[in-house]
């Protein structure tokens, strides 16, 4: 069989493999991966491409490694879940690096963090004055929380006294110029309430509508025309 053939074949079905392995792994942002998350992921990435170009040993060893590789995951993963221990011992555990605005120079020293570190995501958190910071914490995911002091904290509705206005999630009512019935009668509204909000910014048909979306709890109805000005 010629090798480009037969390389073209292995792509697919490590591919293939793949796919299936990140779906029953399932889904984690790259920001939240542990140091040791990226290296599994790169180590089983390495051996998916190894199935598709090494035409000098057979696949089935590859594809052994790399179904053992994608278990040894899984098993973590439902071991992290369900024991705590384990999932301290695989995760690791946050670090506090400022408490009470001091330093804690040996919890820095055992993770390895250093001061460029530090203030480098202080930086990323828009905290440029360290005298600001009650608390910081390192995440197992290498993300730095932060903690303000009271006085340096932006104020919220409560503390201004302010009552907010009602929130909610919105309700495709009109798709792609179809009315969607079923999503009318969950937000408590029908056809001919929509047909008259319409009219009322101009709007003959919802044929003319791309997207419509309602709040119930606003009473905010959206509308963008296919029609762009």
Known sequence: MNEALVVFVRSLIAFASLLIFTRMLGKQQLSQLTFFDYVLGITIGSIAATVSTDLSSP???HWVGLFTWAAIVAIMQWSSIHWKLADRFLSGEPVVVIMKGK??????????YTISDLLEHLRDKSVFDLSQVEFAVLETSGTLSVLLKPEHQTPTRKDLNITPPQGGISTEVI?????MEENLKRAGVNQKWLMKQLKAQGISSPDQVF???YNSQSGVLFVDKYQDK
């Open 59 to 61: 696949a089935w060893p």
């Open 103 to 112: 330093i804690l120079e040996q919890n820095m020293k055992t993770v390895h």
């Open 175 to 179: 798709y792609s110029g179809l009315v």
């Open 211 to 213: 997207l419509a979306t």
